[in-house]
């Protein structure tokens, strides 16, 4: 997996996120929903294998999912994985943070249609949102030597959490998606994303978080719906080293991924809210 974090390495990461504008697409409805597409594990681990914005020149990430029924007004969830520390660093015995402690960063959910050859189509929908993130927990005595924190027998360097956008469409004005869409969200960090902060801050330890197979390079299919390229994804970076292709297709442009990204997809959680 060219630039990839490996799988091996997954349980640590580094961190990314993305300052967007406001598009209001959000309705807080209490109706019934329904999971049509999910790959979130459950219960959580305590962390999983993640791509990280600032360490691979990203602005973008997403998968192509394949939900089970027909979406619409979709709620959208997707796992992330925290390295930042209030104090000290992810990957020694210094990081300390406050049991609780957060920052808040704006993060963009995108949904494009698929275009011909699996390429990005239209988009479809986009919702900006603050999300409050988790600063990792201390450093703990166990993992003493690695900087880890520790949950259940194991170390981890970050912390996987989950980001839940409101609901996408309301009664009155329906948003309603195909069955087969590429799923994304976009931030942005110190010196990436599509509007570089230009000041270093926790959210440059913050990543999204992948699919973590038992076995390397082997699909973790979706609990719900059908990943339709399980081998690709969608990214946007502008440093070639990172796509399966070395960038020959391009660089710094959302766009297909295709071939290196078996058992590592983009956690994702879709549901129908009619």
Known sequence: MTGRIPVRAAKLAVSLVTVGAVFAVMAMAASASTVVYNNLPKPLPGNVQSIGF??????????????????????????????????????????????????????????????????????????TQGFAVPYRPSADPRCAGNGGWFKKGECFHGKLFKI?????????????????????????????????????????????????????????????GADPVPADAYFNSTSGGFYCDGGTSGTGTFRLDAGCWTGAQPLIEVKSAG
């Open 54 to 127: 600032q360490a691979e020149s990203a602005a973008e990430l997403g998968g192509q999912i394949e939900a089970t029924g027909p979406v619409t007004n979709p709620m959208v969830t997707v796992g992330m994985s925290s390295w930042a520390c209030q104090s000290g660093g992810a990957t020694d015995d210094t990081c300390a943070s406050a049991a609780g402690s957060t920052f808040t960063v704006p993060i963009t959910l995108n949904i494009y249609a698929v275009g011909p050859e699996n390429s990005v189509g239209a988009k479809l929908v986009t919702l």
């Open 164 to 224: 839940k956008f409101g609901k996408l469409g309301t009664k009155k004005a329906p948003v309603t998606l195909p069955a087969k869409t590429i799923v994304s969200v976009a931030f942005n960090t110190f010196s990436h994303g599509y509007a570089p902060t230009g000041v270093q801050g926790p959210y440059d330890s913050l990543n999204v978080a992948l699919t973590e197979p038992l076995k390397e390079g082997e699909e973790v299919p979706p609990t719900v």
